[in-house]
């Protein structure tokens, strides 16, 4: 027996189509042939000069002859093309493999005495067989290049030194460090103190802000649903108004009304004797500023959220209940809170995911201001994400923002994933063992 | 009958309404003092007060003749129309082949995507503004419309491919069988079945731009191309006690339609978003 698929396979191995002609698919033999031709002259040559480029990131600095700037290497678009040459690369080295397993195919079909199909058979199957690819393609294309390429990106930075003030292209090159960054980050006193001290406002931030408007919500969910109160759509729509406006208008009204010098609240309080509150100028008052305006903007959230479930509980439950004799706190706690958080939990986890990377909330209110003399670039109510918004805009300490940025997706990978875990979606998947 | 009884429970009730009364002047206090400050006749912060001496509209004047808020509420408007467009076209589509194919990659897609979406947006905003610029898209709104796009697609796909895989398979194997193309299906089965969840993913990424602060402050480098966002955010920093009255006229002419469009549409935002939290 002649052992067809191996010949195939070695000889699309070799270069591209070739199996394919021994199988005698010419047409199709002859575009892999094409595809890989066009790939030597054309790509290849670009490719090995910008990975080239991205293992040195250049060694040409800019220089000046007789007063004139000579344009040296750009490190850092050195770097975005030789990522998007590894991925070029990748790819056609996918489109290799799948050649060599055609011929392969092709190669056991005719061991079993079966005639390759012809073109045009072939291009049948394929879209029959494409069709999820070709629907996927567009979001892929689009995803690779405006988030993973960057993300890429992102993260080699920290492995870099790219930062303000010697090391900024065009004017100056930009080296690989490995992990001296990351051993910076704890071991330069000011960034860790920095760091540290953020990380645990965020912390405090991200939980104390979501549990209190979750219960919050909670508690105006189970009161307005209670028996007592009347024109339950009028209430939920008067309290559901804080989170309809769009975000940014609320909290940027709020900065308006806690202004320590102007604003309506300290005008109220001075006009029934009491003192004026530093809102937004004293380390703790702006904290506590930071979790009342959440407070005011996310509670008719969860409101909204523990009503659906409330309307969807038995009444009967609580019919059996009072027959037994329970009473109001005990139906409360026995029945209402159990069901609640079995179906709200994720949603709990989800707020302080948010609120961990609530960018807009913390700077648009305060700026992560008042200022931290101890921090670097960073003030009393910076959450990790702010600072790392002025690492990177004001600062330009690319680097060091690289690296806090890892330690948060870090963080907020864990709490999706656990997220994710309890959807729909996911469970259909199996991928939770 | 005993009238204690009664009694209590009347009293409990009045005093439960009149405690939610004092919640809801809170809840809605600051939106009557911004629409209240945006018809004051003085410009200050200091001078405004809740009940206008008089009623003037001159600031809803100025706000269009003296500086350009009509044009970034157009600029707005029309990157959030395209963003919706665009994001409900590709994120159906990307959900389409995710639930009702099963292909080689498919699993690896599905975890990529919920790795992506756990990234802060932070990490690609340096390598993001490099590619615009790059490909002459920096300071358009085709470029921020695209990254917008980009972003909705990994958290849409996975919320629509859940909604998806929850239709009966009969269905579309049954219109199959009946001779209808993958693509037929797609719009004559799949879609009318799931027009909640659509409705969900078009509403957020239409509101989505109104909102966003940090990518648009990132692409939309000249004045006449920003977005309400940042426009009325400068006009609250840099002149907070002199224009105070028209930025929130300004803040009005935002919150009354959004405000308005939210309500309506709500109980589409609060399935959709226990659609991709709880349903366990």
Redesign the interface.
């Known amino acids: 027996m002649v052992r067809y698929s191996a010949k195939a396979g070695v000889l699309s191995a070799i270069f591209m189509g070739l199996g394919q002609l021994y199988n005698r698919q010419v047409v199709k033999g002859i575009l892999f042939l094409l595809a890989e031709i066009l790939y030597i002259i054309f790509i290849l040559p670009y490719n090995i000069e910008s990975i080239r480029g991205l293992i040195t990131l250049g060694d040409k600095p800019q220089e000046i002859v007789d007063g004139k700037i000579i344009q040296g290497d750009h490190s ?2 050195l770097m ?1 093309f030789g990522i998007i040459s590894v991925i070029v690369l990748l790819l056609f080295i996918v489109f290799y493999l799948l050649n060599i397993r055609d011929a392969i195919a092709v190669g056991k079909q005719r061991e079993h005495g079966r005639v390759p199909a012809g073109f045009i058979n072939s291009l049948k199957t394929a879209s029959e ?1 494409g ?3 070709l ?2 393609s ?3 294309i ?2 690779l ?7 890429i ?3 080699l ?1 920290a492995f870099t030194n790219y930062s303000s003030p010697d090391h900024l292209p065009p004017r100056n090159l930009v080296d690989w460090v490995g992990f001296d960054n990351f051993i910076n980050l704890f071991k330069l006193s000011t960034f860790s103190r920095t760091f540290f001290g953020v990380a645990l406002w965020t912390v405090v931030w991200a939980v104390v802000s979501s549990v209190t408007a979750f219960f919050t919500g909670m508690f ?1 969910a189970v ?2 649903n ?1 028996k ?3 024109v339950k759509k009028f ?1 939920r ?6 989170w ?7 909290i ?6 806690f ?1 320590g ?4 609240i300290n005008k109220y309080l001075q006009a029934i004797g009491l003192g004026a509150v530093p809102w937004l100028a004293d380390k703790t008052w702006a904290k506590i500023t930071c979790l009342l305006v959440n407070l ?1 903007l996310a509670f ?1 959230y969860y409101m ?2 523990i009503s ?1 479930v409330l309307t969807s509980i038995s009444n009967e439950l609580y019919e059996a209940a009072s027959i037994e004799g329970a009473n109001a706190v005990k139906q409360f706690t026995k029945i209402t809170l159990p069901i609640v958080m ?3 939990a ?2 709990l986890i ?1 707020g302080i995911a948010h609120n961990f ?1 609530n ?2 909330l913390i ?2 209110l305060t700026m992560g201001n008042p200022t931290n003399t101890s921090y670097s670039y960073a003030g009393h109510t910076d959450i990790l ?1 702010s600072w ?2 002025k690492l ?1 805009l004001d600062q330009s300490q ?1 680097h060091m ?2 690296v806090v ?2 330690i ?2 870090v963080i ?2 864990v ?3 656990i ?2 875990s ?4 996911f469970r ?2 199996d ?1 939770v063992q | 009958m005993n009238t204690p009884g009664i009694i209590k429970r009347y009293a409990t009730k009045v005093l439960i309404h009149i405690f939610l009364i004092i919640c809801a002047v809170f809840s809605i206090y600051p939106i009557i003092w911004i629409v209240m400050s945006s018809l004051n006749p003085g410009n200050a912060l200091y001078s405004s007060t809740l009940i206008p001496k008089n009623i003037t509209i001159s600031h809803y004047v100025e706000l269009f003749t003296e500086t350009d808020f009509g044009l970034w509420y157009m600029n707005t408007l029309k990157i959030a129309f395209f963003t919706m467009v665009l994001s409900v076209v590709f994120v159906v589509i990307t959900a389409y082949a995710l639930s009702q194919f099963r292909f080689r990659g498919r699993k690896l897609t599905l975890m990529t995507m919920l790795v992506l979406q756990a990234f802060p947006s932070f990490m690609s905003m340096i390598a993001v503004y490099l590619l615009l610029l790059q490909i002459g898209m920096l300071d358009t709104h085709l470029g921020l419309i695209i990254v917008y796009t980009a972003g909705a697609i990994p958290y849409g796909a996975w919320l629509v491919k859940g909604y998806f895989d929850s239709i009966p398979r009969s269905l579309p194997e049954a219109a199959k069988i009946d001779g209808a193309t993958n693509m037929k299906v797609f719009v004559k089965v799949m879609m009318p079945l799931s027009t909640p969840i659509i409705t969900f993913i078009a509403l957020t990424n239409f509101m989505a731009p109104w909102m966003d602060f940090i990518l648009a402050r990132l692409v939309l480098r000249t004045a006449s191309k920003k977005t309400l966002a940042i426009g009325l955010f400068e006009m609250v920093r840099d002149r907070a006690n002199t224009e105070f009255t028209m930025f929130a006229a300004g803040a009005v002419m935002v919150a009354i339609p959004i405000t308005v469009l939210f309500v309506i549409l709500q109980r589409y935002v609060i399935q959709g978003i226990a659609e991709g939290a709880c349903k366990t």
């Open positions: 850092i678009f975005v067989k069709f999820p690819y629907f996927l567009p979001a892929v689009l995803i290049f405006i988030t993973v390429v960057p993300l990106f992102g993260i930075i105006f009161l307005i209670s007592g109160v009347a209430w729509t008067i309290f559901i108004l804080p309809a406006m769009p975000g940014f208008i609320s940027l009204i709020m900065r308006n009304m202004n010098q102007f604003g309506p005011w008719p909204a959220m659906g079995y179906s709200t994720p949603l989800m990377n960018f807009n700077y648009l994400l790392l918004y990177t690319f923002a690289s940025s890892i948060i997706f907020v990978a709490m999706s994933v997220n994710f309890y959807t729909k979606s259909e998947e991928m």
